[in-house]
């Protein structure tokens, strides 16, 4: 709301019915903190990202869970894939399913197959899955 008068901005907090909205944050309403300090690696951090994609040709019924061979993936140039790049320790995996970032607890990634844990659920056919595999190195 703007009050001519002064010309100021004021923020307002808005409940509407059973929707919260949030307040405006200003820039200056956030703490300032010192900046931690600079500190001057010996070397440079590379980060390396394989990326793996499936598209699911028929419905996965994960009642008894489900392994998918490395086999069924492409990598990011569209190459078929044979086994997935896992940077162990100085690395993660993510896994998309449908475009939702999982879990870690519901599957296992090894070079040769996605395990995905038992559950009371379905991955129908068409349904993207994707594999992110991120590594960290020193130069």
């Not at 569209?78 to 997935?84: K, L």
């Not at 296992?108 to 995905?116: I, K, V």
């Not at 559950?119 to 349904?127: C, Q």
Request: aromatic content about 10%.
């Amino acid at each position: 709301m703007v009050n001519f008068r002064n010309h100021q901005k004021i923020e307002q907090e808005c409940v509407c019915g059973d929707r919260f909205i949030w307040p405006r944050i200003k820039a200056s309403t956030i703490p300032s903190v010192d900046p931690p300090p600079v500190i001057d690696p010996i070397g440079n951090i590379i980060p390396t990202v394989n990326r793996y994609f499936y598209i699911a040709t028929s419905d996965i019924n994960l009642t008894n869970g489900a392994t998918l061979a490395a086999s069924l993936f492409w990598d990011d140039v569209g190459n078929p894939a044979t086994e997935f790049k896992i940077f162990n320790p100085n690395g993660y995996v993510n896994l998309y399913i449908n475009a939702v970032m999982q879990e870690g607890g519901i599957y296992t990634l090894t070079p040769t197959s996605l395990a995905l844990s038992p559950n009371n659920s379905t991955i129908y056919g068409g349904t993207p899955i994707i594999i992110e595999s991120l590594g960290f190195s020193t130069k």
